[in-house]
């Protein structure tokens, strides 16, 4: 029998506020980790953060943190550290959606987009090798990126552009830190209703507000999904959570589809 258990293991979560990232973070603490939450978003940080202190006697906490500045994720890592002490999982999930396509984005759009979410899984990474290896003990790092970074996209190319780029860091962080014991993995979420679904959908419908955005999403998942579904927040956190756990020990820089279908490689 599979059973999770991260009782006694000190976790960071970044991207904790909403969608995926606060799922992961509810995963981990409903399994008994201690869990300090990052994001932008203090309302939605600090809201995931007392939502897990009504479910169990674990410690939790959280820093606003904006990923694309590497000493705010610095900081956020020395306050989980003066919290908790030894850090064992570290998951990198912040992420944005810029719907541009390939000629209409200016330089500053695709810097602020790559800063977000090619760059802050970069300095995650980063810090978490060097707090691990530290440490000596090991550790788990998942990266979440995306089915849309399997391939190129003409409608969202730079997504896709720092989603794939995602993929290969991960591989390269995971060959670093094999050797230290530390596990890196990468989730690629497929479609999930998440706030970023409704920037995608305002692009697709072409800013039309007679469209039906929900049927429009419905559309997108049908033609999409060989399931016939769009899959959820909570099971790109068991994924997650399977990564971080010992049953995982020898699974070395893969990144698993979550997406009904929707990618076979």
């Known amino acids: 029998m599979m059973i999770f258990d991260f009782s006694g293991k000190n976790a960071i979560v970044v991207g904790a506020a909403s969608g995926i990232g606060k ?32 479910k169990s006697e674990a410690k939790y906490g959280y820093s606003v943190c904006n ?34 396509r390939l000629l209409e984005a200016t330089p500053e759009d695709i810097k602020k987009h790559l800063d977000i979410n090619l760059m802050g899984i970069v300095y995650g990474c980063q810090l978490a090798l060097e707090t691990m290896i530290k440490q000596g003990t090991g550790g788990k790092i998942v990266n979440i990126s995306s089915v849309g970074g399997r391939q190129g996209e003409a409608k969202s190319p730079f997504y896709a552009l720092g989603k794939g780029a995602v993929l290969n ?87 698993l589809n979550v997406d009904g279908g929707d990618k076979l490689n």
Not at 71 to 100: C, H, R, T, W, Y
């Open 23 to 54: 799922a992961i973070a509810l995963q981990l603490a409903d399994n008994g980790a201690n869990v300090w939450c990052g994001d932008i978003s203090e309302a939605g940080v600090s809201a995931t953060v007392d939502e897990m202190k009504n």
């Open 67 to 100: 990923v694309s500045q590497k000493e705010s994720v610095a900081a956020l890592f020395q306050d989980a550290a003066s919290a908790f002490g030894e850090i064992n999982i570290v998951v990198n999930s912040a992420g944005v959606f810029m719907p541009k």
């Open 169 to 255: 860091w991960s591989q390269s962080v995971a060959l670093y830190g094999a050797p230290h014991g530390i596990n890196c993995n990468t989730v690629c979420p497929g479609i999930i209703k998440t706030p970023m679904w409704d920037t995608i959908l305002e692009a697709d419908s072409g800013g039309d507000p007679n469209v039906d955005k929900e049927e429009l999403f419905n559309q997108i998942v049908r033609a999409r999904t060989p399931l016939g579904r769009a899959q959820t927040a909570e099971e790109m956190a068991y994924a997650v959570a399977f990564f971080c756990s010992e049953y995982a020990d020898a699974i070395v820089g893969q990144a």
